[in-house]
């Protein structure tokens, strides 16, 4: 198995002649959100992915094998809701409203000026139907927004361990309210590190 643990957003500094002879792997948001998986790519190799914790693959980003071939990323299609304003009788604001609500939910959304796209969810399709909003059943690639949602819901964790291992080269897991394990680094004082929720811990 070829090992890969490089990654190059968009394939940033490639010549287009070698992202077009590339092979791809198609791989969807679950998998892409992850920085550990295997995958079998166009030309039939398995390639163990090993990146640094918290790495997502966005679709277009191009893996590095440890050969030095490359392998470009497509988001794979999959199962999804296309939220959209009713033309009727809402306006495009009903949209800024319903990423707003999600938001609060912690719900990994794709942003597009004219509708939005979430993973499929019977609960929060209701909510957006009784905000008056269109949600249609779809399959397409799905690429929700980067930054915060990178991490929510999937392992808040990462943005922390990710800065703090760049800063201080070590950090240690710990258990919060018999959730899953927390990536955190202690012995340092830090004021914007306070956790409201408490760890027993004194900074």
């Known amino acids: 198995m070829l090992t ?8 940033a500094g490639l010549a287009p002649v070698l992202l077009k002879r590339a092979a791809t792997i198609e791989l969807d948001w679950d998998i892409r959100q992850k920085s ?13 992915v090993f990146l640094p914790r918290g790495s997502v693959v966005r679709g277009g980003d191009v893996l590095v094998a440890e050969d030095g071939s490359l392998v470009r990323v497509l988001a794979a299609p999959q199962d999804v809701l296309r939220i959209t304003h009713c033309t009727a009788h809402g306006t495009p604001f009903d949209l800024t409203r319903a990423a707003y609500h999600l938001g ?27 905000m008056h909003l ?33 800063e201080h080269g070590h950090d ?29 811990h004194q900074q």
Request: charged share 20%.
């Open 134 to 166: 269109i949600v249609t059943p779809s399959v397409e690639a799905f690429e929700p927004e980067g930054g915060a949602y990178g991490a929510q819901g999937h392992g808040h964790e990462h943005g922390h361990a990710h800065e703090h291992e760049h």
């Open 36 to 48: 550990r998986f295997d995958a079998v790519d166009s030309l039939g190799r398995q390639i163990g």
């Open 4 to 11: 890969a643990s490089k990654l190059m957003p968009r394939g």
């Open 104 to 130: 609060n939910r912690h719900v990994p959304i794709e942003l597009q000026p004219d509708h939005l796209k979430i993973e499929p969810d019977h609960v929060l399709a209701d909510m957006l139907r009784a």
């Open 172 to 200: 240690h897991a710990h258990a919060s309210h018999g959730g899953p394990a927390h990536q955190h680094d202690h012995g340092h004082h830090h004021e914007h590190h306070a956790h409201p929720h408490g760890h027993g």
